[in-house]
């Protein structure tokens, strides 16, 4: 383990809270639901992203040098563990999967360094240098500019567009980094803007009123923002000490010292900076919900496995889950293990723990398990005479020792039993128990039930 133990990990923290999000109404004012979540987890992707035609070189800075007082943690949020993998690295994630980005720095405290440099190399990012930062953040990111246009590196390199983004907004899409980038390249600078959420008013020195703002005149700047290099580097170059130790706005920045006025896009709600601890526990919520929408159930072909996948694929539906169903991982369908997705063998013959053992060899070759834990779930199908492996009785052991091995590699095993039944309203009650804690097992991710054969 490379992260100092008192790291904290955020199940726990709050209790599940939110509902699923949907889009905003017509009105960009007063929009009636926060907004839709990201289609795919932060940094990864499950469906492939439209092609992007960006022939302008683009990199990144990510602010990552702060210390999250707010929070209240000691750990700066930055670095707080979702599911054994710190925040930053999600949001690193949403940026390397971009292919027309070519490079991320990332800016951290100078102790942080050593820790920022094992997180890379953990989880194997692979376009990212890390940078040291200043005490605030116009002075981090100014740092992380600077080492974007270093002197002796190749002119090629410096890149035509320079993407800002906090470290800590981990759901950020291709789709509006791409509007940003664009709007950037045309106008020297672009950044996200929200519909502000509570009126602003301005207090008088003693704590009274002295006026308040018409609401629908203003907007919550966010990020990303998105600017041409030599406004950013020039407005960095220009702007006051000040500016460095007091401001809160690179677009400002670009407008009070190049002149150049920022193309303002509206972005989605899940664009928010994780500023306080409830942010952390909404944040895990998202990544988890993200995690749990698509399996693939496995069936190795036989006609009553197939049969029981085909009805979980309706259950499962029902409860918002995608469920592909295919023989085995050959071949073209090899393409489901380099995805998020989970995992479902459903088995009824006496080799399911074989099935099992050679699922659990792909998806470790696959490396997955490496970015978040996986979840497998064995549903196995007993008929009267198939209560057995190899002969032998399913003992709950057997399952259990099988997971306590693949826990180790990040693979959180779990059983289903169900049996078949003649009796049809029997039987889809089994299906549908079958499905809901399927759903259950994969939302919850619980450690705790790592290995147990459930029935269903
Ligand atoms: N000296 C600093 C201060 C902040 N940041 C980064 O700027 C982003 C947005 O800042 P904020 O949310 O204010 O983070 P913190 O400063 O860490 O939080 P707090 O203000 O609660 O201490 C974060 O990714 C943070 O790490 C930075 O790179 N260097
Ligand atoms: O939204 C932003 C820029 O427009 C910044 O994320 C915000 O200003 C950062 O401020 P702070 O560090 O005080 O949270």
Same mark, same amino acid.
């Not at 900076?273 to 909404?282: I, S």
């Given at each position: 383990?490379?992260?100092?133990?008192?790291?904290?990990?955020?199940?726990?923290?709050? !209790?599940?809270?939110?509902?699923?999000?949907?889009?905003?109404?017509?009105?960009?004012?007063?929009?009636?639901?926060?907004?839709?979540?990201?289609?795919?987890?932060?940094?990864?992707?499950?469906?492939?992203?439209?092609?992007?035609?960006?022939?302008?070189?683009?990199?990144?800075?990510?602010?990552?040098?702060? %210390?999250?007082?707010? %929070? *209240? &943690?000691?750990?700066?949020?930055?670095?707080?563990?979702?599911?054994?993998?710190?925040?930053?690295?999600? %949001?690193?994630?949403?940026?390397?999967?971009?292919?027309?980005?070519?490079?991320?720095?990332?800016?951290?405290?100078?102790?942080?360094?050593?820790?920022?440099?094992?997180?890379?190399? @953990?989880?194997?990012?692979?376009?990212?240098?890390?940078?040291? *930062?200043?005490?605030?953040?116009?002075?981090?990111?100014?740092?992380?500019?600077?080492?974007?246009?270093?002197? *002796?590196?190749?002119?090629?390199?410096?890149?035509?567009?320079?993407?800002?983004?906090?470290?800590?907004?981990?759901?950020?899409?291709?789709?509006?980094?791409?509007?940003?980038?664009?709007?950037?390249?045309?106008?020297?600078?672009?950044?996200?803007?929200?519909?502000?959420?509570?009126?602003?008013?301005?207090?008088?020195?003693?704590?009274?009123?002295?006026?308040?703002?018409?609401?629908?005149?203003?907007?919550?700047?966010?990020?990303?923002?998105?600017?041409?290099?030599?406004?950013?580097?020039?407005?960095?170059?220009?702007?006051?000490?000040?500016?460095?130790?007091?401001?809160?706005?690179?677009?400002?920045?670009?407008?009070?010292?190049?002149?150049?006025?920022?193309?303002?896009?509206?972005?989605?709600?899940?664009?928010?900076?994780?500023?306080?601890?409830?942010?952390?526990?909404?944040?895990?919520?998202?990544?988890?919900?993200?995690?749990?929408?698509?399996?693939?159930?496995?069936?190795?072909?036989?006609?009553?496995?197939?049969?029981?996948?085909?009805?979980?694929?309706?259950?499962?539906?029902?409860?918002?889950?995608?469920?592909?169903?295919?023989?085995?991982?050959?071949? !073209?369908?090899?393409?489901?293990?380099?995805?998020?997705?989970?995992?479902?063998?459903?088995?009824?013959?006496?080799?399911?723990?074989?099935?099992?053992?050679?699922? #659990?060899?792909?998806?470790?070759?696959?490396?997955?398990? &490496?970015?978040?834990?996986?979840?497998?779930? &064995?549903?196995?199908?007993?008929?009267?005479?198939?209560?057995?492996?190899?002969?032998?009785?399913?003992?709950?052991?057997?399952?259990?020792?099988?997971?306590?091995?693949?826990? #180790?590699?990040?693979?959180?095993?779990?059983?289903?039993?169900?049996?078949?039944?003649?009796?049809?309203?029997?039987? !889809?009650?089994?299906?549908?128990?079958?499905?809901?804690?399927?759903?259950?097992?994969?939302?919850?991710?619980?450690?705790?039930?790592?290995? @147990?054969?459930? @029935?269903?």
């Amino acid at each position: 383990m490379k992260f100092p133990t008192h790291f904290p990990h955020i199940s726990g923290l709050m !209790e599940d809270h939110h509902k699923k999000m949907q889009s905003d109404s017509c009105d960009p004012d007063r929009p009636t639901h926060p907004g839709t979540f990201p289609t795919c987890e932060a940094g990864r992707s499950d469906h492939q992203p439209a092609e992007r035609s960006v022939d302008f070189p683009v990199s990144v800075v990510l602010p990552a040098g702060g %210390t999250g007082e707010r %929070t *209240g &943690l000691q750990t700066p949020k930055q670095f707080c563990l979702f599911m054994g993998r710190p925040l930053i690295s999600y %949001t690193i994630q949403a940026f390397e999967r971009v292919s027309w980005i070519q490079s991320i720095v990332v800016v951290v405290a100078r102790e942080h360094m050593d820790l920022m440099t094992d997180i890379v190399q @953990q989880f194997q990012h692979t376009k990212v240098r890390v940078v040291p *930062g200043g005490s605030t953040r116009h002075r981090s990111i100014y740092n992380g500019v600077l080492a974007l246009g270093e002197e *002796g590196r190749p002119v090629a390199d410096k890149p035509k567009v320079v993407l800002i983004h906090d470290a800590v907004r981990p759901f950020v899409e291709e789709d509006f980094l791409y509007k940003i980038a664009m709007a950037a390249k045309e106008q020297g600078a672009a950044g996200a803007i929200r519909p502000l959420v509570s009126t602003v008013i301005a207090t008088t020195s003693e704590g009274y009123l002295d006026h308040s703002l018409e609401r629908a005149k203003y907007r919550a700047s966010e990020m990303p923002q998105g600017f041409t290099y030599d406004v950013i580097y020039q407005a960095y170059q220009k702007c006051s000490e000040s500016d460095f130790e007091f401001g809160t706005e690179c677009l400002h920045l670009a407008l009070q010292y190049c002149g150049t006025n920022a193309k303002l896009i509206q972005g989605p709600p899940t664009l928010w900076k994780v500023t306080y601890k409830r942010d952390l526990a909404a944040a895990e919520s998202i990544i988890k919900d993200t995690l749990s929408r698509s399996a693939c159930a496995i069936t190795g072909g036989s006609a009553q496995a197939v049969t029981l996948a085909g009805a979980l694929q309706k259950a499962v539906g029902a409860l918002n889950m995608e469920l592909a169903v295919i023989p085995d991982l050959t071949g !073209e369908n090899g393409w489901y293990l380099l995805k998020d997705w989970n995992f479902i063998q459903v088995s009824v013959n006496r080799s399911c723990l074989s099935e099992v053992e050679a699922l #659990l060899t792909d998806l470790e070759a696959a490396k997955q398990a &490496l970015l978040h834990p996986l979840v497998v779930i &064995l549903v196995l199908l007993n008929g009267s005479d198939e209560l057995s492996v190899s002969g032998r009785a399913l003992e709950p052991e057997a399952i259990m020792d099988l997971a306590s091995a693949a826990k #180790l590699r990040n693979i959180l095993l779990y059983g289903i039993q169900l049996h078949q039944s003649e009796d049809t309203q029997r039987w !889809e009650r089994s299906v549908s128990r079958v499905a809901e804690i399927t759903s259950a097992l994969i939302r919850d991710r619980s450690p705790a039930l790592v290995g @147990q054969l459930l @029935q269903a």
